[in-house]
RNA sequence: GGGACUGUAGCUCAACUGGACAGAGCGACGGUUUCCUAAACCGUAGGUUCCGGGUUCGAUUCCCGGCAGUCCCA
């Protein structure tokens, strides 16, 4: 039985007939208080009628005689400070241990939901702007598979719109034939930047031209088709190779394209539900009740927008997945533009759950990241300076002194891209999503304290020593009936702490916030580590060491399963 | 002009949704390797939680009013 459940008993036994709905028992917030604590009987007091000590010793009265707690005592304005008995631990250890998935509840078992991110843009390269939505998108990703869900991710590419009028423009008259022979995203980033700045001539006639050759693919010409589908496919096979550098897999690569189809019949069911009114030539959905402004669903000039190809979209996924919930990981510019047509989905009729995860803008030496700026750090460069700063070290530890450097093997180089490219993914996941970020090479690429690297090293010493105790492949090499005997403080605070570990999955999933997941991973490894520092392992006595042992085990188990969900590798060997 | 988000140690951030003395990392200073991996550990210094009210037994957290920064919309 759960904690709350059993204090939630002890009010309801020294309270019949009253309604303890929330009784809530959550980890003590200093262990000199105890285990676990419990601040209800505050808010009961006056339900009750009496003062909050005294409910605090009635409900401390009927735990007693509970082999749970070995103490319960009431402080302060009336606490309940509970310290739960050795045995109890033990089972609880014990459980975890045995559990399937680390303990994760399966709460989304037959449901479905879909998760909406990265998206880059076509034909560009992706840049350290990118790293947002495809890291963190990717971790929630992770998470609602472990809770059970069938999700699907889906990378929503801008494979549509003007620029493929410049681009096809551009290819054709900007480009060498050796550059069209071996097209590679570089080039065409190059033929828009240069057909781009033709377009602005005063003259206009690049600029009509351009426009003229937008039309023709919008209207289904064989050529330029082919070169649109061309410069997708030469796209979505750059972003792969980032995709698997990161560890990010998606089901579906449906680009706004896809939706071409769909949004003419979207609009006319607005206008038929009397959503959609003509506005100045274009069709606008008037939002002003809800203070959301004027969101337009058909511009003047007969084209579509974000809007409509969103509701296009969410049409389809309802009809093909009907998923219990959508969710979208997008910059937080972008607020207002969701509200707007979540709110128009609603009027719909749609009853999926939409859910924008919006998250802080990067920027660089705090200007925003753009090509004008001329600030923009590729992502595969990033991901490159990530490897070499972690091969350096990872080859300093292995020389010996005075002897010459070695050459790095093909494993050194995988360990420093385990490393590098989990500290550059942690240094994101690490912080609530909403902060902004002023990206700087030492932050992101942070190999000490809190950072990635910090919990892979744990893992890595976790391995190492129970390899020494004869284990293989991290599991333990001790017989299942041996059990936890939680003897000193920090081996106390780092049981009970693991204790937490599905707690801080659903917490980082009803947040959507991977950060929340961060920081429990971060706090347990530091109690490790303290634990590891002052308690002999492998050298104690036998019963000591073997108990001790199985709770390195146990963190091995919970801190390789939480990394996994943010996407970050744990090598056995550092 | 309207709106959203943010404001916590020198810097970067937490604080489990209202709990006890606001915690980490980096940086600074000092200590710990014949001992299970020192990418580690221990200690010291560092705070008017932007300001002012309000609600509450209790506020970094909720409400109102300012101020500052970022961003959206017009």
């Not at 605090?56 to 402080?75: H, Q, R, S, T, Y």
């Not at 994101?428 to 690429?445: C, G, R, V």
């Not at 009803?510 to 706090?523: G, H, I, R, T």
């Amino acid at each position: 039985m759960e904690l709350s459940e059993i204090v939630k008993a002890a009010f309801e036994k020294a309270y019949p007939g009253e309604d303890f709905g929330g009784v809530r028992v959550v980890p003590a917030t200093d262990p000199k208080f105890g285990d676990y604590q419990c601040n209800d009987a505050l808010k009961f007091a006056k339900k009750a009628k009496s003062n909050p000590r005294e409910v605090g010793a009635k409900v401390a009265e009927a735990l007693k005689g509970n082999d749970v707690f070995e103490k319960v005592e009431i402080a302060g304005p009336g606490f309940l400070n509970l310290t739960v008995s050795s045995a109890w631990l033990a089972s609880r250890l014990a459980d975890l241990d045995a559990a399937e998935k680390c303990g994760i509840p399966q709460s989304g078992e037959g449901k479905c939901v879909v998760i909406d991110y990265s998206s880059p843009n076509a034909a560009k390269q992706m840049h350290i702007g990118h790293i947002r939505s495809t890291v963190i998108g990717s971790a929630i990703d992770r998470i609602f598979r472990s809770l059970g869900y069938r999700v699907v991710a889906d990378n929503h590419l801008g494979d549509w719109g003007t620029q493929f009028g410049i681009l096809i423009k551009g290819y054709r008259e900007l480009l060498t034939q050796e550059e069209r022979d071996n097209l590679t995203v570089a080039n065409l980033e190059k033929c828009y930047v240069l057909s781009a700045a033709k377009a602005k001539e005063e003259d206009g006639l690049w600029k009509e031209s351009c426009k003229q050759e937008l039309v023709k693919l919008q209207q289904g010409d064989k050529d330029n088709l082919a070169l649109w589908k061309r410069f997708i496919d030469i796209s979505i096979g750059e972003f792969d190779r980032m995709y698997a550098k990161l560890g990010v897999k998606f089901d579906t690569y449906r680009g706004e394209s896809y939706y071409n189809d769909t949004m003419p019949g979207v609009v006319k069911k607005l206008q038929e539900m009397g959503l959609a009114v003509e506005s100045e030539g274009a069709l606008v959905v008037n939002l002003e009740e809800e203070k959301l402004g004027v969101a337009i669903v058909r511009k003047s000039d007969g084209g579509y927008n974000y809007t409509t190809s969103d509701l296009a979209c969410v049409k389809t996924r309802v009809e093909e997945y009907d998923p219990e919930r959508i969710i979208y990981v997008t910059d937080a510019r972008q607020q207002l533009h969701f509200k707007q047509w979540f709110s128009i989905a609603a009027k719909m009729g749609y009853t999926t759950k939409l859910v924008h995860v919006p998250f802080g803008l990067m920027s660089y030496q705090g200007k925003a990241i753009s090509t004008r700026e001329g600030n923009l750090i590729k992502l595969d460069e990033l991901l490159a300076e990530a490897v070499k700063r972690s091969l350096a070290i990872v080859m300093s530890r292995r020389g010996t002194e005075g002897a010459p450097a070695p050459q790095p093997t093909d494993e050194d180089v995988k360990l420093a891209e385990a490393i590098g490219y989990g500290a550059v993914k942690y240094s994101d996941l690490s912080h609530d999503p909403i902060t902004d970020i002023d990206f700087s090479w030492d932050k992101a690429l942070a190999l000490e304290g809190n950072s990635g690297p910090y919990l892979q090293y744990a893992y890595a010493r976790v391995c190492s020593l129970v390899e020494k105790a004869g284990g293989t492949d991290g599991a333990s090499p001790l017989p299942k009936d041996i059990g936890f005997a939680v003897s000193t403080p920090a081996e106390k605070r780092l049981s009970l702490q693991l204790l937490e570990f599905p707690g801080a999955v659903v917490r980082a999933a009803e947040a959507y916030k991977p950060s929340v997941l961060a920081d429990y991973l971060f706090q347990t490894a530091q109690l490790y580590s303290t634990f590891y520092q002052s308690s002999p392992i492998l050298k104690s006595e036998p019963e000591v060491r073997a108990s001790r042992l199985r709770l390195c085990v146990l963190f091995g188990k919970v801190l390789s399963a939480g990394l996994g969900l943010l996407g970050i590798d744990t090598p056995r060997h550092i």
